[in-house]
Nanobody
Framework: EAQLVESGGGLVQAGGSLRLSCVASGFSFGDYAIGWFRQAPGKEREGFSCISSSDGSTYYADSVKGRFTISSDNAKNTVYLQMNSLKPEDTAVYYC?????????????????????????WGKGTLVTVSS
């Protein structure tokens, strides 16, 4: 069964750091770009970072640029998200997804309805709470 499993969420104070992991199984990891989305209570899901499977290029939305870093360990079928200088507005459920790089990059522009967005695989999410 193909799946993505996120981990690493938790409660952290503003200014702190967390590292999220997204482990893929059941599909060819190298055939897909991987991206991170987040969904705050009462809001739609928004994409904010992704990594290309072909050359490792990374992309970020302005809201996280300079604070978050995405990386990949292909030997472990794992994508990481290092989050530094966390703010209360970063509080959300964080999801990883596998799919076309173009769609992942377009998801930075406006929130998406994940049920119809065209990603091949979604994880179930991990909660990040940033206290002020």
């Amino acid at each position: 069964e193909a799946q993505l499993v996120e981990s690493g969420g938790g409660l952290v104070q503003a200014g702190g750091s967390l590292r999220l992991s997204c482990v893929a199984s059941g599909f060819s990891f190298g055939d897909y770009a991987i991206g991170w989305f987040r969904q705050a209570p009462g809001k739609e899901r928004e994409g904010f970072s992704c990594i290309s499977s072909s050359d490792g290029s990374t992309y970020y939305a302005d809201s996280v640029k300079g604070r978050f870093t995405i990386s990949s360990d292909n030997a472990k079928n794992t994508v990481y998200l290092q989050m530094n200088s966390l703010k209360p507005e970063d509080t959300a459920v964080y999801y990883c997804a596998a799919g076309p790089l173009l769609l992942l990059r377009l998801s930075f522009l406006k929130p998406v309805d994940h049920r119809y967005y065209g990603m091949d695989y979604w994880g179930k999410g991990t909660l990040v709470t940033v206290s002020s």
